[in-house]
């Protein structure tokens, strides 16, 4: 997608060594662009643990090329047990997204048919370079998938179709197109005329910060809303569709996406408007057929919710908004049943919410 009108993507290798992974550090956006790069196992952590870098698709990656650097730079020749070791530090930086499991799990398991060490250095890069086109190609067919149901809109309504989303799932939180978004671009292409509601999706405002960064360079209509406006906004008629994407969908079809997402899916369902949740196959947990008890939800610092990050002058800084000893609680995800949503778009097609219909699309994974 698109910055300034210069085409970029979320993250690339720095140079042919590949001694350095680039990405686009999303601390600073919509204010400060700056390009980070991560050359140490522990970088890649901090990258994923600190939110330079946010999307579950997105962290899957950087955790995949973590795992090529922790062994590259191993100290040892027991390259299985040094991968173990970054494989449990990588999974306790963002626990509720599964697409970090699937990464380190696929470089585990192919590795370890190896013997050699060249051979599994070699191998752990080109999973990572593999996920990462894959990532790409897949956000391509949620959006080729996913345009459908803005164009039905479209043609039985014969006017702009506004829709909501929560957070960021744009092309920020993976490789290129986004999950929610992707549907969004297409629609944009093919001519749709569009209109899209960014709830700011507090505590840490992607949705201010990076939704309507990507949308504003990429010339769609939108409108920033405080995240309790979208029931009002949808008894009023003024919401056609609510997209969203997900850090981690159950076999059953519960969704755990960005805290918030929830009260979104009952406001929709109460006003009978579509709601719909973007999944990339790497999203789904088919080890898991009850979202709303198994999926673990991450705690993160009570600070976040305490201060508030903006622009002052020219410098970020953060304001505090409550009385300085009063606690916080900050729960980073909430998981919505699968019974409020409408529909899984996905990059094989759109499913209904429930076991059969996913196993249906993606069969090699029955048990």
């Given at each position: 997608?698109?910055?300034?009108?210069?085409?970029?993507?979320?993250?690339?290798?720095?140079?042919?060594?590949?001694?350095?992974?680039?990405?686009?550090?999303?601390?600073?956006?919509?204010?400060?662009?700056?390009?980070?790069?991560?050359?140490?196992?522990?970088?890649?952590?901090?990258?994923?643990?600190?939110?330079?870098?946010?999307?579950?698709?997105?962290?899957?990656?950087?955790?995949?090329?973590?795992?090529?650097?922790?062994?590259?730079?191993?100290?040892?020749?027991?390259?299985?047990?040094?991968?173990?070791?970054?494989?449990?530090?990588?999974?306790?930086?963002?626990?509720?997204?599964?697409?970090?499991?699937?990464?380190?799990?696929?470089?585990?398991?192919?590795?370890?048919?190896?013997t050699n060490v060249e051979a599994k250095i070699?191998?752990?890069?080109?999973?990572?370079?593999?996920?990462?086109?894959?990532?790409?190609?897949?956000?391509?067919?949620?959006?080729?998938?996913?345009?459908?149901?803005?164009?039905?809109?479209?043609?039985?309504?014969?006017?702009?179709?506004?829709?909501?989303?929560?957070?960021?799932?744009?092309?920020?939180?993976?490789?290129?197109?986004?999950?929610?978004?992707?549907?969004?671009?297409?629609?944009?292409?093919?001519?749709?005329?569009?209109?899209?509601?960014?709830?700011?999706?507090?505590?840490?405002?992607?949705?201010?910060?990076?939704?309507?960064?990507?949308?504003?360079?990429?010339?769609?209509?939108?409108?920033?809303?405080?995240?309790?406006?979208?029931?009002?906004?949808?008894?009023?008629?003024?919401?056609?569709?609510?997209?969203?994407?997900?850090?981690?969908?159950?076999?059953?079809?519960?969704?755990?996406?960005?805290?918030?997402?929830?009260?979104k899916a009952l406001a929709a369902y109460d006003?009978?408007?579509?709601?719909?949740?973007?999944?990339?196959?790497?999203?789904?947990?088919?080890?898991?057929?009850?979202?709303?008890?198994n999926i673990p939800i991450e705690e993160r610092?009570?600070?976040?919710?305490?201060?508030?990050?903006?622009?002052?002058?020219?410098?970020?800084?953060?304001?505090?908004?409550?009385?300085?000893?009063?606690?916080?609680?900050?729960?980073?995800?909430?998981?919505?049943?699968?019974?409020?949503?409408?529909?899984?778009?996905?990059?094989?097609?759109?499913?209904?919410?429930?076991?059969?219909?996913?196993?249906?699309?993606?069969?090699?994974?029955?048990?």
């Amino acid at each position: 997608m698109k910055i300034n009108g210069k085409h970029y993507q979320s993250i690339w290798e720095t140079n042919s060594e590949v001694d350095s992974i680039s990405i686009i550090d999303q601390r600073f956006l919509p204010y400060k662009f700056f390009v980070t790069e991560l050359s140490t196992f522990d970088d890649f952590c901090f990258a994923i643990k600190e939110m330079l870098v946010r999307g579950a698709p997105l962290i899957g990656i950087v955790a995949a090329y973590g795992c090529y650097f922790a062994i590259k730079n191993a100290l040892t020749n027991d390259l299985d047990k040094e991968l173990q070791i970054a494989a449990k530090k990588l999974l306790s930086t963002r626990p509720t997204a599964i697409n970090i499991k699937f990464a380190v799990e696929r470089v585990i398991t192919e590795i370890g048919k190896l013997t050699n060490v060249e051979a599994k250095i070699e191998k752990s890069l080109e999973i990572a370079r593999k996920l990462r086109s894959e990532d790409i190609e897949i956000c391509r067919n949620l959006g080729q998938h996913g345009v459908g149901i803005i164009k039905e809109i479209y043609e039985k309504k014969g006017s702009t179709v506004n829709v909501l989303t929560h957070c960021n799932a744009g092309w920020l939180a993976t490789v290129d197109y986004g999950t929610a978004t992707a549907p969004i671009y297409f629609a944009r292409d093919a001519g749709i005329p569009l209109h899209v509601w960014i709830d700011e999706t507090r505590p840490r405002n992607q949705g201010a910060k990076l939704t309507a960064f990507e949308l504003l360079h990429e010339n769609i209509p939108h409108t920033l809303i405080v995240d309790n406006a979208g029931g009002l906004l949808m008894q009023k008629g003024m919401v056609d569709l609510v997209i969203v994407g997900t850090d981690r969908t159950s076999l059953n079809g519960d969704v755990a996406n960005k805290v918030g997402t929830y009260l979104k899916a009952l406001a929709a369902y109460d006003n009978n408007i579509p709601f719909y949740v973007a999944v990339p196959s790497s999203s789904i947990d088919f080890d898991i057929e009850d979202g709303l008890h198994n999926i673990p939800i991450e705690e993160r610092d009570e600070k976040e919710v305490k201060y508030i990050e903006g622009l002052a002058g020219d410098e970020i800084a953060n304001v505090l908004i409550c009385p300085k000893e009063t606690p916080a609680l900050n729960y980073a995800f909430d998981v919505t049943p699968a019974r409020l949503v409408t529909g899984l778009i996905t990059e094989r097609g759109v499913c209904r919410p429930n076991k059969e219909s996913i196993l249906n699309l993606f069969p090699e994974n029955r048990k």
